[in-house]
């Protein structure tokens, strides 16, 4: 039976992905998707989008899928480009044309009835009716502060709060550990940062298991090394 593999941030960690792919023994009908974030700070993101291709994946945008859209889009215009790091500049660099259109193909949610689930790349504001979210939570949203706002930063996880259906599956907030909430699945374990790419396996219409349970649907491999330290040290949990 064809499963369904939900593939964390890559961020152009191309060895790992591929690897990722040969610990979950891809089936030719087994869906691969991913959360967003493909490219930015890895090594190898043209090789990623190869794989992307080769394994007719679907993936929803991430907030760096935007931000080198957003730059390209204003330097079309001849306006103010918004900054890029080094990382992404190069990354802009290497896309071509066909590179370019995938990323402005890229939804901000993508909706699996058959597994009860919903993929966006950073979360939702609990309680939030899905068509009232405010797209910047979908892209980067990781905490509720304690005045009920959404937050890049320090808070509550939303995925904490969120008591809601359907089951969210969300990178973004890399951590060292997958988040595993009861609505809710966070698969960022930071690969890009020296931690691993960890990817969730659910059979034919089969939903996430319980909280106790999903672990087990869990694969993870671990990253070569670290190519990008941004500043800081994975937080765990």
């Not at 989008?49 to 390209?72: D, F, P």
């Not at 939030?128 to 890049?152: A, C, M, N, Y």
């Not at 999903?214 to 990008?228: E, F």
Request: proline share 6%; with cysteine.
């Amino acid at each position: 039976m064809a499963r369904s593999i939900f593939i964390g941030d890559v961020h152009g960690c191309a060895a790992e992905l591929n690897e990722l792919l040969s610990a979950v023994a891809l089936a030719t009908d087994d869906r691969v998707y991913f959360v967003g974030d493909l490219l930015s700070r890895g090594p190898d993101p043209v090789a990623v989008l190869g794989t992307y291709r080769a394994v007719r994946a679907r993936s929803v945008a991430g907030n760096h899928e935007q931000k080198l859209l957003a730059a390209r889009a204003a330097r079309r215009r001849g306006g103010a480009s918004p900054n890029l790091g080094s990382a992404q500049a190069e990354v802009a660099s290497r896309l071509d044309e066909p590179d370019w259109a995938l990323l402005e193909s890229l939804p901000l949610s993508i909706d699996l009835p058959q597994h009860s689930v919903r993929i966006v790349h950073a979360g939702v504001v609990p309680g939030v009716p899905f068509e009232k979210q405010d797209p910047w939570s979908l892209t980067h949203i990781r905490s509720i502060t304690d005045d009920g706002k959404p937050s890049e930063k320090w808070g509550a996880l939303w995925a904490s709060l969120y008591e809601e259906e359907p089951h969210i599956v969300f990178g973004h907030n890399a951590r060292k550990r997958p988040q595993i909430h009861r609505h809710a699945t966070g698969l960022d374990t930071g690969c890009v940062y020296g931690g691993a790419l960890t990817a969730l396996v659910l059979g034919d219409g089969a939903a996430p298991p319980a909280v106790a349970d999903r672990l087990g649907a869990l694969i993870s491999v671990r990253a070569r090394r670290a190519y990008s330290d941004y500043g800081r040290e994975l937080p765990g949990g």
